[in-house]
C-alpha cells in the first residue's frame, strides 16, 4: 500500500512526507510513501533531507503528472491507495503575465491524475487548494461556507477551478473521498532546518522577503499599503507553521479514509497578523532589525483574510499548534542554512 504525493519535493510536500512518515512509524504502520516530482520548483537533494529526518528513504519518481505514460507507469508500479496533490504552479504574479501556462499545468496535471486514479481504482484524493478562493469576499474570518466570490488572479482561479472539478468527480463517483484543503499563509520551515522554501529570484511573499532582508540580500523591506481598516492600517493574514500545515494532511488522509464524498476544509490558525505584526515579531524573535517603508498597495490584496478553524478542529481533530514567535525562528533558522 503506498500513498503518493505529487510535488512532493516542494515546500509543503517535503513537510507533509515528513508528517507522515513520521506519524507512520509512531504507529507501526507499514505504508510506503512515492513522491513524483518533475524538480521544476524544487531539487532532488530535498529526498535525501526528507531521508535525514526520517531516516526513511521515500520512493521519488523524477516525472511530469501530466505526463500519461509516466503516471501510468507510477501506478503500475506502486500501490497506491490515496493521493496528495500538491503539483503546480503557484507564483500569483506570474500567472498574471502567463495564464495560458497556468491553467494548461494547473488543470492538465490534475485532470491526468484522476484518468489515471480512475483506470487504476484509487479512491481518495487530498487536494492542495488555497485561501484565494475567498479573495473576493469581505467578510472574515472565512469560513467553509463562505461563498467563493471569483479570485484576483489566474493562479486562484486553478485552485477554484480544480476545486469544482473535484466536487463534480466526487459526485460522480460516489465511492470516492475527496478533501480540498484551503491553505492561509504557510511560513517556517522543518526545525532541523534541513528543509523549507526556495523561492526563485524576489520572493512575492512576505516571510521569505524578510529573511532575505535579515541576511542582507534585500536593503530593506516594502509595506505594501497602511490604509487598509486594519488595526495598524496594514494588510492582516493567517500565518501557519508549515509543519502544521503538513499535520493538516495526516489528519485529512485519516479523514478521506473513514468517509467518502467531497470535503473542504481551512488550513489556518484562526489569528490574524499585520505585516508590522510580523515585522516586529521576527525582529523579537530573531534580534534582528527589519528596516522597511511604507509603498503603494500591491493590486489584488485585501485587506484582512484568516480562517475560521472550527470545522477542521471538529471534523479533523486538528489544529494548529505553533505560535508566531516559533514560525519566526525557523524561517530564519531556514533562510541562515541557505544562505551561509
Ligand atoms: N507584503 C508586503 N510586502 C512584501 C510582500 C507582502 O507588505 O514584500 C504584504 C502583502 O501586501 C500582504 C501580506 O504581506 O498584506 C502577505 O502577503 P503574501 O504575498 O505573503 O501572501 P498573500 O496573502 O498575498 O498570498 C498568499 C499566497 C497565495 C495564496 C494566498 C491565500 O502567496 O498563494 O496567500 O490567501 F493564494
Redesign the pocket.
Known amino acids: 500500500m503506498a500513498v503518493l504525493l505529487t510535488g512532493g519535493a516542494g515546500f509543503i510536500g517535503s513537510h507533509t512526507a515528513v508528517a507522515l512518515m513520521e506519524t507512520w512509524k509512531q504507529r507501526g504502520k507499514k505504508e510506503q510513501l512515492v513522491i513524483v516530482d518533475n524538480l521544476y520548483n524544487a531539487q532532488a537533494e530535498v529526498i535525501d533531507r526528507i531521508t535525514a529526518i526520517t531516516g526513511t528513504r521515500p520512493a521519488f519518481v523524477q516525472a511530469d503528472v501530466a505526463d500519461r505514460d509516466a503516471m501510468e507507469t507510477l501506478f503500475n508500479t506502486y500501490e497506491i491507495t490515496a493521493v496528495i496533490h500538491f503539483a503546480g504552479y503557484?507564483a500569483?504574479g506570474e500567472s498574471v503575465s502567463k495564464p495560458v501556462a497556468y491553467y494548461r499545468n494547473n488543470l492538465d496535471t490534475t485532470l491526468t491524475l484522476l484518468e489515471t486514479m480512475a483506470r487504476h481504482g484509487c479512491k481518495q484524493l487530498i487536494f492542495s487548494s488555497?485561501?484565494?478562493v475567498?479573495?473576493v469576499g469581505d467578510k472574515v474570518p472565512f469560513t467553509e461556507e463562505t461563498k467563493e466570490l471569483g479570485c484576483t488572479n489566474p493562479?486562484?482561479w486553478t485552485?477554484y477551478m480544480i476545486e469544482q472539478i473535484l466536487r463534480d468527480t466526487a459526485a460522480a463517483h460516489p465511492d470516492m473521498s475527496v478533501v480540498l484543503l484551503r491553505?492561509?499563509?504557510p511560513i517556517g520551515a522543518h526545525p532541523s532546518g534541513l528543509i523549507g522554501e526556495r523561492p526563485n529570484g524576489i520572493?512575492?511573499?512576505?516571510?521569505p522577503?524578510i529573511t532575505q532582508v535579515a541576511a542582507g540580500i534585500r536593503p530593506k523591506?516594502?509595506?505594501?499599503?497602511n490604509d487598509y481598516p486594519t488595526p495598524d492600517g496594514?494588510?492582516?493574514?493567517d500565518y501557519i507553521h508549515v509543519v502544521d500545515l503538513a499535520k493538516g494532511h495526516v489528519a485529512a488522509l485519516d479523514y478521506a479514509e473513514g468517509h467518502t464524498g467531497c470535503e473542504v476544509f481551512n488550513l489556518g490558525t484562526g489569528v490574524g497578523y499585520s505585516?508590522l505584526d510580523?515585522v516586529h515579531a521576527f525582529e523579537q524573535a530573531n534580534g534582528i532589525h527589519i528596516p522597511y517603508e511604507i509603498?503603494p498597495?500591491?493590486p489584488?490584496?485585501i485587506a484582512s483574510?484568516y480562517a475560521a478553524t472550527d470545522k477542521a478542529k471538529k471534523l479533523l481533530g486538528w489544529q494548529a499548534e505553533y505560535n508566531l514567535a516559533d514560525m519566526c525562528r525557523d524561517s530564519w533558522n531556514w533562510q541562515k542554512s541557505i544562505s551561509e
Open positions: 503557484k500569483v488555497s485561501a484565494t475567498y479573495s493562479y486562484g485552485k491553505y492561509f499563509n520572493p512575492n511573499n512576505l516571510m522577503y523591506l516594502s509595506v505594501f499599503g496594514t494588510g492582516v493574514r505585516v510580523i509603498a498597495r500591491r489584488g490584496d483574510c
